[in-house]
């Protein structure tokens, strides 16, 4: 990002951009938007739209951030019921989140993680890693019974690679051949599985 945004004004500039990169994504995919499409979606010039992002791929980097404070935010948000009931219940309550939290807005966050192989995320996947470790760390603490503490990373690494890559693919196929309920409660019968004492 060019110029870090101080002002309110500046603030909901950066905002807007990066709302019309999700629109742009979402209508046009990733190879199919241009700056000038970002722009005339905000309703701003290209000039103005450079004063904020060096290119494009500003934006898209911009908009995986948010989508990555977001879903923190609803991880977040969940924690203190997560801790309160059984494992598997747990892991479906989150694979359903970050189900939601894809298809919110007509799939814009989704149309934008289809591009993932597209941006360096490692460093984004981490900060979720780190929510969703916290959140782990409570459950343990509060059910110490349940959960096997040194299967708990394995089973972290599961559910955030494999799980929600799962969901991604899922809910981009046009004709998926199960229902979503299905998939989700197989990926926490996996999930759980690896947890066993």
């Known amino acids: 990002m060019r110029r870090k945004p101080k002002q309110i004004r500046a603030k909901r500039m950066v905002d807007d951009i ?98 993932v192989g597209h941006f360096e995320l490692l460093e984004h996947i981490r900060v979720i890693e780190m929510q969703l470790t916290q959140m782990a760390s409570l459950y343990v603490m509060r059910h110490p019974e349940d959960v096997a503490p040194e299967k708990m990373q394995v089973m972290l690494y599961i559910v955030m690679n494999s799980g929600i890559a799962t969901l991604i693919r899922y809910l981009s196929d046009p004709a998926p051949p199960f229902d979503r309920e299905a998939l989700i409660e197989g990926l926490a019968d996996m999930a759980a599985a690896c947890i066993q004492l």
Do not use: W
């Not at 994504?25 to 700056?35: H, S």
């Not at 801790?83 to 939601?100: K, M, P």
């Open 18 to 115: 990066i709302q019309a990169g999700l629109q742009c994504v979402a209508k046009n995919g990733l190879e199919g938007t241009t700056t000038r499409h970002i722009a005339d979606e905000a309703g701003i010039s290209v000039g103005t739209l450079y004063q904020y992002f060096d290119d494009k791929e500003a934006v898209y980097q911009s908009m995986i951030e948010k989508a990555r404070d977001e879903i923190v935010q609803s991880l977040l948000a969940i924690t203190p019921q997560i801790v309160q009931i059984d494992f598997r219940s747990g892991v479906l309550a989150i694979l359903h989140e970050f189900s939601h939290f894809l298809e919110k807005d007509k799939g814009r966050y989704l149309k934008v993680f289809q591009y």
